[in-house]
């Protein structure tokens, strides 16, 4: 603690940078060296019976108090982040500080500094940040809640259930509803383009199928294409198309039967993705926590990779959705030529 601008209780001088200043142990009144020793005790020792604690005078902790704002104002300002933990200057946009590994961001501290401050809730009550959610003990409901992030408390509950109860996680709605794309959402790429790639085998099927069924009644369309796309198609055009469909069906019952058995498949894939979704992210929270644990160069940035490697992605589905949506288009126009 530096005392310039206070007064020394001995000699009532003002204490500059250059001076030797002893503190009392009783109190913490500073004074000159010399003048403690000439004196041979606190100036205060007479107020020390009654609990006296030395204070900094009001203009000097107002001082204070302007000095630490405007140097927050200079930091925000300026392209570096001080670490609150080491007071090291860091690039602005670090997540962890380069000298000592403790988290930068104010809202990822937040974040991950556990029940004091973002406490997980279950049905309104607070769930033990050092409880495992699994049987095995490899994961407690704080590394979960740090990587789940959205919807971390539904999560969290369906595992405990399950550890509770002795059986499988429950079934996921949002799995069933999203399918494979659910995956993607989670971050769970590799189970997303198994899943993916069956409902693409489907659909080619499928297309196989339509193709023996409304092949020449399509290669039609695609001849008249002018005719059609202009709404202006008379009778005897009309007719030409039905016929060919109807002779279509006609010649292929079976491929008939076989679209429809595969168009109802992938309610089957997402019915199946829905009963095995929450083991398999289970599965995929510990073993990416795992990883994490055997390669994280520091302790204090051990959250923030496992904040970074989990959440949720909707670039990256919406991507994957449009580049498997747009390849599924290619096949079936190439298949029309």
Known sequence: MRYENEKCPVCDEIFTGDDEVVVCPECGAP?????????????????????????????????????????????????????????????????????????????????LEGPKTAPVFIDGRPVDDKDYIDEEKTVTVKEAACFIQTGKERYIKTFLDAKVNHRKPKFNI?????????????????????????????????????????????????ENQSAFTSGKVDEALYNQYFALLEKGVAAHQTEMILMVVFSLLPVIVNIVVGIFANKLYLNHIRTTIAKIKSVVPNPSAYFTYIYAKGGTTILNTFLLGMAIYHLTNMIFSQALM
């Open 31 to 111: 004074h000159h060296r010399s003048c403690y020793s000439e004196n041979g005790h606190c100036a205060n020792e007479h107020l020390h019976a009654e609990g006296f604690v030395w204070k900094k005078t009001e203009q000097e902790v107002q001082k204070a108090e302007e000095i630490k704002a405007e140097t927050s104002e200079k930091a925000e300002e300026s392209d570096v982040t001080v670490c609150p933990d080491c007071g090291a200057e860091n690039k602005k946009k670090a997540l962890v500080c380069t000298n000592c590994g403790a988290v930068l961001s104010p809202e990822m501290r937040e974040q």
């Open 174 to 222: 949002w799995a069933f509803l999203m399918g494979a794309y659910w995956f993607f959402f989670r971050k769970m790429y590799k189970p997303g383009f198994v899943f993916a790639g069956i409902n693409f085998a489907i659909n080619c099927f499928r297309m196989t199928f339509f193709m023996q069924i409304a092949g020449e009644a399509m290669k039609f369309i695609l």
